[in-house]
């Protein structure tokens, strides 16, 4: 008889739980309902035993990275499970970012075992009894039993994702050193928004693939580079003439690796302590870029011919600069620069691309290109056609034209850059027929200057060679007659000139798309 009331009893306070239950779930606000929760559930993991680690903002006034790493770690896991949450954008971040407000509490999942995150602030008061700045830190609680798993493999974790998520996030910038007055200042930055990409770049198609293929490789090749106790960088030097997308290039590399720019004027560089300096003060995943090396500094050989040593020919260089006088003169030396490039200094930090640029590659002295320093050459050249079809279709929207085959069979003979020929697409507002018609106008125009130009050049050096001439000799012939002979070279009409060298140009395209790719060289 007992039991049975007994178990009447139990059967009555589990109904009225579920009455109770129901009651507060229907009637109760849900505010209240979530505090009452909150409660419920702190009071219970009071009782339980716990560690907690706290991780503070600062460190000894500097900033804690480990804080840092937290908040990028929670700020990606708390969109799930936290109950109030900050958003924000900083200033020019493409991401949102959400962060938990204080007195939040977050339930993370690690390899089976469960710990809690919270945020608080609180305004310490110094020594005198006056308030402080607030101090802000993370908290971070589990079971005593999961200490060793937190410190060996959760907090590593935690740093790796937040690493992964931070490049994620970040806004790359492009430094430069040309605005810095003085050693505090080293590099300042702007954002980095250049839009050039390899789909973007006019460039030989088996180029553009290599390079990214090196990229690539060099991207991935961490352990790589340490098994063979290298430092893990990478040279490259672009030359070419003015106007075929060096830099282009250059932008396009940093889009592709998502890194940072670093563009070093030489010429603002005081002396070879400065360069280390500012070799030191830059960070890992850059590109350091020294743009037309061969006008920053006489980096020719250095046993210099005439007898004249590394320095008195770098002052000969600053005098002949406008403006230069010895009292702002630089005292950078190649040796310095030498050491930039791959001196002990240069493995600070890591993965880090140098890409030198120059429009006469023969002016640089050997030292500088040597493997190991300039691990590659890429040679930047005239428009070919598959570099002119890029430029097609960006400028002009556009795969196929009627004047696609003139152009095609007179590019072969007009130098021109994929600068020249991006500035006749530009004024033509996207309408194809007229920047195609432009442009072969343009190359029509460049085809008879060149032709004249030779023609002139030709006649100059025959008359100079008559000039030269043993006046006693018999074979000479008087300058007249040559003017005068109606069949004589330089008299062919120019329209004939053009159709030969058409025929010239429909041979070349021929021998071109069978050659190999010789642009980019290993050193
Ligand atoms: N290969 C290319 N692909 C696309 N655009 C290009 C290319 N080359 C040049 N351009 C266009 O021409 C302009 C000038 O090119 P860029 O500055 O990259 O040439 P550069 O070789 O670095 O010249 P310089 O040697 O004078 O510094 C660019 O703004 C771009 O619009």
Redesign the pocket.
Known sequence: MELLLDWKSIGSVLATFMFVRTAILEFLPPEIYQVLKRLFSRIFSSLQPSVSIIVEEFDKSVTNEVYEAVQFYLSSQCFSSAQVLKLSRPKNSKNLTFTMDANQMLHDTFDGFKVNWSFHTVEKKSSSGILGYPTRFYQLSFHPKYKEKIHSAYIPHVMEVAKIIEFKNRERKLYTNRSSQDDYMLWTFVPFSHPSTFD????DPVLKQEIKEDLIKFKNRKEFYTRVGRTWKRGYLLY?P???????LIAAIANFLEFDIYDLELTAVMSNSQLRKLLISTSSKSVIVV?DVDCSLDLSDRKKKDGKGEVEAKEELEKSRPGGNSNNRSTVSLSGVLNFVDGLWSSCGGERLMIF?T?QKEKLDPALLRPGRMDKHIN?SYCEIA?FKT?MKNYLNVEKHDLMKVAEEMLPLVKM???DI?EVFMGCDDAADVGMKNMVDKMRKRLCCTIEEDTSIAELQMKNMEKEEDPFSENRKPVEEKEENPVAEEQTPIAEKVEAEFAKGRESNRVGSESNNKNMTDD
Do not use: I, Y
């Open positions: 973007t770049l006019a460039m070419g003015p106007g075929t997308g060096k830099t282009s743009e640029t429009n930047l570099a430029l850059t994929p600068a991006a």
